[in-house]
């Protein structure tokens, strides 16, 4: 989806920004690649600087509820320094490298619910306004893909996802934001856990999986939640039994047993939550190469779209500030 804006900070005849992204979802660590497209206005300007931002919509626990916010993940100046003359065109290439944490908003082209957008901001003589927006959809890494995949052969439905603002402590998390998987267990574990909450730290060297258990009370013990971490090569994944391999993870995390290095907590902006997103009530269905995620409720790609639109307005002055506090 390509949002085309006339720069308003700029004033009535400023230049107009079309950026267009390549087709697909990109990786986590993995490049994004388009163009920048610029119209010409009404009279010749010299383009400083162009900026593309990585924002994602997150929650944030506040005392006594929670609401959602806009954080920029990542900033990329991609051109600048050139005189665009009065209607003219001029287009930027650009190719620049996604962080390895970005979080995963679709699997097997069903979206999971997290909203990323890239912003496109122009800046002339001081002037600095967000001229574009648009949609990011990003795939999973094999590995994770891999594990979400067993998670569905082993019976495991997902439930939904979203990012949470904050860090999980004893991992190497360097966004300011984590991502939550929230995933409901099969009938054989349903007396033992309530839900299990996925967290992938995804590094150049490979991937910490954060595996969070909401364990209801027994006979002789109280409801409580276990957090435990694993970890598992890129390289790994193809020779990997990922079924055999997070089942022995799941057993871990049901008995309730500290895994070797594990945090014994998340960050202070973790809390006992159940939520619902947009791909509530999902399902982790069996397809012919391993499994992918079906969205219920009617939710097409259109609507999925208009969401990721919807989402962001009204944040330019939060957002603003955020950018403001980086600069």
Sequence with gaps: MVFKKLLGALGVGGPSVDTVLQPG?????GPLSGEVRLRGGGSDVTVDRISLLLVARVEREGQEEEDEGTVVLERFTVGGGFRLAEETDHTVPFSVTLPWETPITELH?????????????LEIA?????????????GPLPAQEAILEAFGQLGYAF??????LGHIRGTGQQLPCYQEIEILPPAGHAQAVNEIEVTFIAAPGGLEVVIEADKRAGLFS???DTVHRFTASHHAAPQT?????????LKEVIAGREAHGAPSSYGDDH????RSGPGAGAVVA????????GVVGGMVAAEVVDEIGDAFEGEEGEEGEEDEEEG
Excluded: F, M
Aim: charged fraction near 25%; hydrophobic fraction near 40%; avoid cysteine.
């Design 25 to 29: 979802p990109a990786l986590p660590g």
């Design 109 to 121: 082209g069903q979206h999971l619910g997290p909203v990323l957008g890239i912003r496109t901001e």
């Design 241 to 249: 039994d990922w079924n055999a391999q997070v089942d022995a993870w």
């Design 159 to 164: 439930s939904s996802a979203d990012l949470e």
């Design 126 to 138: 001081g002037a600095r306004d967000k001229g574009d927006l648009d949609a990011l959809a990003v």
């Design 271 to 274: 809390g006992d939550r159940h």
């Design 286 to 293: 069996g397809v012919a190469a391993g499994v992918a995620v």
């Design 222 to 224: 109280e409801g409580h």
